[in-house]
């Protein structure tokens, strides 16, 4: 039952974290007022509960249970009428109670006692979506008879005269881990602050014994704060934590200390009120949803070399709070993104193939302008079907970002199988007709609309490596917006991308310019073949990174089976049936690799300084750096990114590079995200970017400076100031 509630806890708290949700946390009665549990002893032989619902609310019968906990007195079992029945999304079919509902334990044998202490258990839930953690009271009740008049609700407040002898009671923490019981919010997670200066809170947070916290499921903010604005928190080192809900994730067993540095304008001494919002769990038990708790704290007056300038906070809050920016601007920004994406390599080998399909419809403007409208239908679609793919894993917990895919090592590999594949088509190796299941004709050449069509799609899938200016904010963006905004992000992006073959095919004066179609035709089909062969060749290079070279042996195999296949299908269209089974059998036979790479071990990675003078990222040498004080230079990449190949070319493994780094005694920090990882992940959202590339400089006493997607020395020197 309780990892039913778990699950469901954890799909309200994700829910209740999305900004498209109306509802939260606040919206919900306290839970006594919800649930108004009354206990009387009407004769000497039952104990009886009558609990009053509020409307909008309804109680579990299945999670309501009672027991006395004298060993001295017996009683039957709980008598529970029956309820409203109900098919619960988690529970499956249950009978659930609304209003009001009378429960009794009957047979009780008392053997002269006075009172009586019962455990009553219960569940409810809202009709707005939000369910309650499981409850728990210890009620003391008078024996043998009360009567009507001497009611006292769980809640503390009277119904009528208290009698007494009659108290109510939790049981203590110690028992309720003991018995593996789901403690109350407010003693499962202990949450204190002070100041510890006039610029920094420290945070403490407790979770009880058999509890954790979550690293990167928190909010921070300061409530009637005038001048001070607040930093991110400095979490400490934590476990790493497979949870079946939000995947692989950082977690904390025991109490943690969290620095959390301010930016103040007003150096006045006096207090303010810090709100924070955090989630937990029971380690194989409930979650609970968000909870929010507010500690004042007195904040000591601040020196004048403590504070900065209102323009400097005002500029640190936008960048921190990151929803001040038009929704209009971050279309424009993604368009822009996406138009700048046709000059990104990784886009060229594809458009090079859109361009062929542009001059072949050169002598009639009405094919330029069907190309590329179905050109452009591939490209939003597929923006869609990636954008819309990549929040859904998200919302279910995945860490990932954009270009997630590439993680995975068969998807590599069959991108690979996919660029061979048209290149050996190109090259004149088969060509797709119609006898190929109605898939089209050949994309290279007068494919029609599925061709089309699918030049937008291949257009998507090998631009997502890529990272264009202007599209780290759109994307940022759309990973945190409410669906439709973020999918109208990626159809911006999309739209972008396909603008410049929009254009040559509706504005005629552009199109004159293509040169005629011709005989020259066949001959430009055959060249483009080969940067879909070097496009293959860099994907296998990143594979051999993920898995090793066993990995691109396998995937040398499987393509060379694969160009046997699509050899042998193309002579079978003169052949027989027996002719297009064999060619079959060798397509199944080349996909063989891709079911085999992803169990093969990933090579073991170097820790190292490397050549260039960068050391392997990890949490804990990050902040032992900032701890001494370091300026630490953070390069995220990843194999697979092309953006991040180029910076490095240019900037990063250069001599002027480790020359500006010297002069700061800097230290050249690089973070691998060819393959999943959890610590980078968190490493990207604290810095609000959902991809790679992601360039930080980290210094003392300063804000972490976040550069720019496409690098340039000049940036990198900017941000890192004057030499020492």
């Not at 050109?375 to 279910?396: H, I």
């Amino acid at each position: 039952m309780l990892r039913c509630f778990r699950t469901f806890a954890a799909l309200l708290a994700l829910a209740s974290t999305a900004p498209a949700v109306a509802v939260d946390e606040s919206d919900l009665l306290p839970v006594d007022e919800a649930f108004a549990v009354q206990a009387t002893a009407p004769s000497a032989n039952r104990i009886q509960f009558d609990i009053t619902i509020a409307d909008g609310y309804y109680l579990y019968r299945h999670r309501t249970s009672a027991k006395v906990l004298d060993a001295d007195i017996r009683t039957g079992a709980l008598d529970l009428p029956h309820g409203t029945p109900k098919h619960d999304e988690f529970f499956g079919d249950v009978e659930t109670w609304r209003n009001a509902v009378t429960m009794a334990l009957p047979g009780v044998e008392a053997a002269g006692a006075t009172q009586a202490q019962v455990e009553l258990r219960y569940q409810g839930c809202a009709d707005i979506g939000i369910c309650y953690p499981p409850q728990k009271r210890v009620i003391t009740v008078a024996l043998p008879a009360l009567a009507a008049s001497s009611l006292v609700s769980v809640s503390g407040l009277p119904v009528a005269a208290p009698l007494a002898g009659l108290s109510i009671g939790t049981p203590t923490a110690s028992a309720v881990v003991d018995e593996g019981l789901p403690l109350p919010e407010d003693e499962a997670f202990k949450f204190e602050a002070i100041a510890v200066s006039p610029v920094e809170v420290l945070m403490r947070f407790t979770p009880a014994p058999g509890y954790y916290l979550y690293q990167d499921r928190n909010q921070f903010r300061l409530l009637d704060a005038k001048g001070a604005t607040l930093a991110a928190p400095q979490w400490p080192k934590g476990k790493a934590h497979t949870d079946e809900h939000f995947g692989n994730v950082i977690v904390y067993f025991d109490q943690i200390e969290v620095p959390l540095g301010l930016r103040r304008t007003d150096g006045k001494a006096g207090p303010v009120t810090l709100e924070a919002t955090f989630q937990g769990c029971q380690n194989n038990g409930i979650c609970y949803p968000p909870m929010t708790r507010q500690v004042q704290i007195s904040l000591p007056a601040a020196s004048a070399d403590q504070l900065v300038s209102v323009a400097e906070a005002a500029s640190f809050e936008a960048r921190r709070s990151g929803d001040s920016t038009p929704f209009v601007l971050i279309l424009l920004a993604a368009l822009g993104g996406g138009l700048i994406l046709n000059l990104m390599p990784c886009v060229l080998p594809v458009l090079s193939l859109k361009a062929l399909g542009l001059a072949q419809s050169g002598e009639s403007p009405a094919k330029a302008r069907a190309h590329a409208l179905w050109y452009t239908a591939g490209v939003l679609v597929s923006f869609a079907a990636l954008g819309g793919l990549a929040l859904a894993l998200r919302q279910a917990g995945l860490a990932l970002g954009w270009g997630f895919q590439l993680q995975q090592p068969w998807v590599v590999a069959a991108l690979a199988y996919l660029m061979a594949a048209v290149g050996f088509s190109l090259s004149g190796v088969f060509s797709i007709g119609a006898g190929w299941a109605g898939a089209g004709q050949g994309l290279a050449s007068r494919s029609g609309a599925s061709g089309d069509f699918f030049t937008g799609v291949l257009a998507v899938v090998v631009a997502s490596p890529c990272t264009a200016p202007f599209m780290g904010s759109a994307l940022a963006f759309a990973f945190g917006a409410p669906t439709v905004l973020a999918i109208a992000v990626f159809l911006a992006l999309g739209l972008g991308l396909a603008l410049p073959f929009l254009l040559i095919g509706f504005v005629p004066a552009l199109a004159r310019v293509l040169p005629k179609p011709g005989a020259w035709m066949e001959t430009f089909k055959q060249v483009l073949a080969f940067p879909m062969y070097l496009t293959a060749i860099w994907l296998l290079w990143v594979l051999g990174q993920q898995r090793g070279v066993d990995a691109m042996a396998y995937a040398l195999a499987g393509i060379a089976v694969l160009a046997l296949a699509l050899w042998r299908w193309e002579k079978a269209r003169l052949g027989g049936v027996l002719a297009r089974v064999v060619a079959v059998a060798l397509v199944l036979l080349a996909l063989i690799p891709l079911w085999r790479i992803p169990s093969l071990a990933k090579p073991a990675s170097a820790e190292a300084a490397s050549a260039n003078g960068s050391i392997a990222y990890s949490a804990e040498r990050l902040d032992a750096l900032r701890a001494e004080g370091r300026t630490v230079f953070v390069n995220m990449t990843a194999d697979w990114c092309v953006t991040c190949k180029a910076n490095e070319k240019r900037v990063l493994d250069t001599d002027d590079f480790r020359a500006l780094l010297k002069q700061h005694d800097a230290v050249y920090m690089k973070g691998d995200w060819t393959n999943v990882d959890p610590a980078i992940t968190a490493f990207l959202e604290k810095h609000h970017a959902v991809g790679v590339p992601l360039y930080v400089v980290i210094q003392p006493q300063r804000d972490d400076a976040v550069l720019p997607t496409v690098l340039t020395l000049g940036a990198v020197e900017n941000a890192l100031g004057p030499p020492l």
